[in-house]
């Protein structure tokens, strides 16, 4: 199993998986966890990670 983590924002009930990770992961099915970052008390990532 491949893993790697990031942080983003949730919109609208979709996560965006930022670009520098390959399209590799495009119509296969894959194992989301979900964890509420707690340490940050703004929110200071883009709205939209992917451009």
Do not use: C
Request: overall charge negative; proline content about 8%.
């Amino acid at each position: 199993m491949q893993a790697f983590e990031f942080k983003t924002i949730l919109q609208n009930g979709t996560i965006s998986l930022p670009s520098k990770y390959p399209h590799q992961w495009e119509g296969k099915i894959i194992r989301v966890i979900v964890l509420e970052d707690i340490d940050s008390t703004s929110p200071s990532l883009e709205t939209n990670p992917i451009t």
